[in-house]
């Protein structure tokens, strides 16, 4: 089963969309507007795959 939700990006604040994959105990977050893109573990809140254009990791 899959849950969707409308929230504001987290990286630029336009409309975006997350998704709860209760089966594969999955979150994924994605965003058109600015290809942000994560998937967390919803159990352990671990990132699995990330894609944040404009953030940058420290050095």
């Given at each position: 089963m899959q849950i969707?939700?409308?929230i504001h990006c987290p990286n630029c604040g336009s409309h975006a969309e997350r998704h709860y994959l209760l089966i594969s105990q999955l979150?994924?977050?994605q965003?058109?507007?600015c290809d942000?893109?994560?998937v967390?573990?919803?159990d352990t809140g671990r990132v699995v795959?990330?894609?944040a254009p404009g953030i940058?990791?420290?050095q």
């Amino acid at each position: 089963m899959q849950i969707k939700m409308t929230i504001h990006c987290p990286n630029c604040g336009s409309h975006a969309e997350r998704h709860y994959l209760l089966i594969s105990q999955l979150t994924r977050t994605q965003c058109p507007a600015c290809d942000y893109f994560m998937v967390t573990c919803s159990d352990t809140g671990r990132v699995v795959e990330a894609y944040a254009p404009g953030i940058y990791a420290p050095q």
